[in-house]
């Protein structure tokens, strides 16, 4: 599919998925701004065209974030891999079952678990902020088991079938299970990320679900986004993340009342 779109346009795209990659990179939620970009400049786009196109954006900006990560923060390439491969299998079961569960019915139920978590976050000011280098390698099989479990298949299961708030959901996740600093969660959670976004690129790729001439300009603006977010994110802490992760989960819990409640 081919759509021509002003220059204007597709500056603003570019500029929308540059902050998607920041946002993505330092504690998840790009979604929240690309997407909805994508369908407003886009309105007569099909929507599996404008979430395959951000997709395709998305991908790279998490995979420039995952390898900034992987360089200067103490990420367990072996478990996050595991926790990947585990979401990727529960990416395509959600996908599978998308089309027969209503959104409607799952959005309350998921802005719910968003607000129990903002309020566990905000009683609990040390949550995630204390770096521990060695957490990791100390955690027992049993949470281990755990995380692939809650933050692969789970997880990965509900990037397949709704989407919204994956890579938050995947922050905290790791944080809570594997008792990871926050800094830690959100290098590990954009492997897992990549493993998700790369199964859904190629079956929206096969479904031709993909508008590559407007996705190539954005990623690249994905991708300097998302290494800037995961060098700041490095530089300044988990104190900083913490901030970004309130912000973001306020965002999408207001985002999910609107599709729920105002958008019709």
């Known amino acids: 599919m081919t759509t021509d779109i002003s220059l204007t346009t597709l500056l603003v795209l570019c500029l929308a998925a540059a902050a998607a990659g920041w946002v993505d990179a330092v504690v998840g939620g790009g979604g929240l701004l690309q997407l909805p ?97 060695t957490a990791e390698k100390q955690v027992s099989r049993r949470r281990a088991l755990a995380a692939i479990l809650v933050a692969g298949l789970g997880i990965g299961f509900y990037d397949g079938l709704m989407g919204p708030g994956t890579g938050t959901f995947l922050v905290l996740a790791l944080a809570a299970i594997l008792h990871m600093d926050l800094v830690t969660a959100s290098g590990t959670s954009k492997i897992v990320n990549v493993c998700t976004n790369v199964g859904a690129l190629v079956t929206f790729s096969f479904q031709h679900a993909v508008i590559w001439q407007i996705a190539a300009p954005m990623a690249l603006f994905n991708l300097t986004g998302g290494a800037l977010g995961a060098r700041m994110a490095l530089k300044r802490g988990s104190g900083f993340v913490r901030a970004v992760l309130v912000v973001v989960v306020l965002s999408l819990v207001c985002k999910l009342g609107y599709d729920q409640w105002g958008s019709g």
């Not at 491969?85 to 998308?98: E, K, P, Q, R």
């Not at 569960?101 to 609990?124: D, E, G, K």
Request: glycine content about 8%.
């Open 37 to 133: 970009a994508l369908m407003v400049a886009l309105p007569h786009v099909p929507v599996p065209h404008a979430i395959g196109t951000n997709k395709a954006v998305a991908i790279c900006g998490t995979a420039a974030a995952a390898v900034t990560y992987t360089r200067r923060a103490p990420v367990n390439r072996r478990t996050a891999l595991r926790i990947g491969l585990a979401a990727l299998g529960g990416s395509f079961a959600g996908a599978f079952f998308a089309s027969g569960i209503s959104s409607a019915v799952l959005r309350p139920l998921i802005m719910a678990i968003l607000v129990a978590v903002l309020v566990f976050v905000l009683l609990r000011p040390a949550f995630g902020t204390d770096a521990l280098p």
